[in-house]
Nanobody, 124 residues
Framework: VQLQASGGGLTQAGGSLRLSCAVS????????MGWFRQAPGKQRDFVAG????????YYADSVKGRFTVSRDNTKNTVYLQMNSLKPEDTAVYYC??????????????????WGQGTLVTVSS
């Protein structure tokens, strides 16, 4: 399984960005997928995720109501729509897959495949 993240960039506070994570080597509908972010000098934290069935989504409290995770099975891609961005959302964003689990987890240690990261910068 390989993941290719894209869509980061620079935007002002209140703006929007959409991140994409293209999956190859396996169908996205068989994977638990998560988005994580790491700000400079900080640990990598869970942001959002989607169950392998696609029926349930999960969010960190800090992004709930502003970010939306979704997937397109026909494109084998997972998305993170980010609205009402704040300067504190500035970070490198990573998509990740848990390839052998059935139950969704926010535990970063359970994710065994990672994309390369894409930088999101939100100016005030």
């Amino acid at each position: 399984v390989q993941l290719q993240a894209s869509g980061g960039g620079l935007t002002q506070a209140g703006g929007s960005l959409r991140l994409s994570c293209a999956v190859s080597g396996r169908t996205v509908s068989s994977l638990i997928m998560g988005w994580f972010r790491q700000a400079p000098g900080k640990q990598r934290d869970f942001v959002a995720g989607i169950s392998w069935s696609g029926g349930t989504t999960y969010y960190a409290d800090s992004v709930k109501g502003r970010f939306t995770v979704s997937r397109d099975n026909t494109k084998n891609t997972v998305y993170l729509q980010m609205n009402s961005l704040k300067p504190e959302d500035t970070a490198v964003y990573y998509c990740a897959a848990e390839t052998d689990g059935l139950l969704f987890t926010r535990n970063i240690a359970k994710y065994d495949v990672w994309g390369q990261g894409t930088l999101v910068t939100v100016s005030s």
